[in-house]
């Protein structure tokens, strides 16, 4: 499976702490120095955010909708119980083939690339594969431990066969349904989560996932050139990104821009620092996303044509 190009689309609307301060019991100190976010985009849907981020990607492939045969959009904020929101962003593409979306809450973009792996491998075509979310939705804006910390984007990637290795090296996903409720949002509800626990833990699954991922492929932390984790805390990301021996200089961040954008973090992530230039043909790419459910996961990509 080769990644053939990225795409994102976030929202015109800016949303910063100040903002947040000025009808909530908090402060831009607070968030910056418990969360290293600054500010978020919050608007559209997640169908709508889906669609800019794949056209941008269909795009910068060269490709149109005609040549996409499998859409998959990982998201936990679909526009409806059904149809899919994925169905929306075929119907708008014009892509062929299958449609579904995926939910592993901020995992789901590195769940996708597995499944995405395995539909190449068992004979599909070119994959459309988005993590869209908006979170805004299903926030209590009143709640000031949830409001601060979300935000609303999405990312995408063409994924197509390859001849040979291909850039997938390894990946593997985990859950553990005993935990689901340290992250909850009912039908018609909010999402609720126990944060400092959820932080305790992700540390130790990104780093055992991200480890696992590594050691199955035969690589070294040292020789990762690009660390792309799930954006929910920069605290997360930087004790992670210690315990792994990967320094935050090599480490994609924008968390401070965007929040916690669930599975579109990943791809956000990895769009932009592609088209920063900061990956380059061979370099070693590390992804690893952990969420509610609990759902953790790695996947290790050696970045080229
Ligand atoms: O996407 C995947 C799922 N989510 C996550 O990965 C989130 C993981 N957890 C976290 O990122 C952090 O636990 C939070 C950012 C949610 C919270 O940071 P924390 O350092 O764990 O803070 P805390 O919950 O221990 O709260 C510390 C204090 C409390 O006050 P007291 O009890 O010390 O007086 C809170 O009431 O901060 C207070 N607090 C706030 N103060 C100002 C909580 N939220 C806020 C706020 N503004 N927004």
Same mark, same amino acid.
């Not at 995405?116 to 299903?138: F, H, K, N, P, Y």
């Not at 990104?206 to 799930?230: K, M, N, T, W």
């Not at 969420?291 to 990509?301: E, K, P, Q, V, Y």
């Given at each position: 499976?080769?990644?053939r ?13 100040e903002?947040?301060?000025?009808r909530?019991d908090t ?16 608007g ?8 800019? =981020? #794949?056209r941008q990607? !269909? %795009?910068? @492939?060269g490709?149109? +909708? ?6 998959i959009?990982a998201t ?7 149809p899919?929101?994925a169905?929306i962003v075929?119907?708008?593409?014009g892509t062929a083939?299958?449609a579904?979306?995926?939910n592993?809450?901020?995992s ?5 690339l597995v499944?995405?792996a395995?539909l ?5 075509g070119r994959?459309?594969l988005?993590?869209?979310?908006v979170l805004?939705r ?9 409001a ?5 984007g =999405? #990312?995408?990637?063409? !994924? %197509?066969p @390859?001849e040979?290795? +291909?850039n997938l090296?390894?990946?593997n ?7 689901r409720?340290?992250?909850?949002c ?7 989560m126990?944060g400092?626990?959820?932080f305790r833990r992700a540390i130790r699954?990104?780093?055992e996932?991200?480890e696992?991922?590594l ?8 020789d ?12 997360i ?5 210690q315990?792994?021996?990967i320094p ?12 916690n954008t669930s ?9 932009e620092a592609?088209r920063?230039?900061?990956v380059?043909e ?6 690893s996303?952990f ?6 996961a ?5 970045w080229?044509?």
């Amino acid at each position: 499976m080769v990644l053939r190009s990225c795409g994102a689309a976030v929202p015109d609307k800016v949303l910063t702490n100040e903002d947040l301060s000025a009808r909530l019991d908090t402060s831009d100190k607070w968030i910056t120095e418990r969360t290293g976010i600054r500010e978020r985009r919050i608007g559209g849907t997640a169908s709508s955010l889906a669609i800019d =981020a #794949g056209r941008q990607a !269909l %795009e910068r @492939a060269g490709l149109t +909708g005609a040549d996409i045969d499998v859409v998959i959009v990982a998201t936990a904020t679909g526009d409806a119980v059904t149809p899919s929101t994925a169905a929306i962003v075929q119907d708008a593409l014009g892509t062929a083939g299958a449609a579904f979306d995926l939910n592993a809450a901020c995992s789901g973009f590195v769940y996708g690339l597995v499944v995405a792996a395995g539909l190449i491998a068992t004979g599909s075509g070119r994959i459309l594969l988005v993590g869209s979310e908006v979170l805004s939705r299903i926030t209590d804006w009143d709640d000031r431990t949830m409001a601060v910390l979300v935000g609303d984007g =999405a #990312g995408a990637v063409v !994924l %197509e066969p @390859a001849e040979g290795e +291909g850039n997938l090296l390894s990946a593997n996903l985990n859950g553990d349904g005993s935990l689901r409720q340290l992250l909850t949002c009912d039908h018609g509800g909010y999402l609720a989560m126990d944060g400092r626990e959820i932080f305790r833990r992700a540390i130790r699954v990104v780093v055992e996932s991200a480890e696992r991922a590594l050691g199955d492929a035969g690589i070294r932390a040292q020789d990762v050139a690009l660390f792309v984790p799930h954006q929910a805390n920069l605290r997360i990301i930087t004790a992670a990104g210690q315990r792994l021996g990967i320094p935050i200089e090599r480490t994609a961040v924008v968390i401070d821009r965007y929040g916690n954008t669930s599975s579109a973090s990943i791809p956000l992530a990895l769009e932009e620092a592609a088209r920063m230039g900061r990956v380059h043909e061979g370099d070693l790419v590390l992804l690893s996303g952990f969420g509610g459910g609990m759902t953790w996961a790695s996947a290790l990509l050696r970045w080229g044509p």
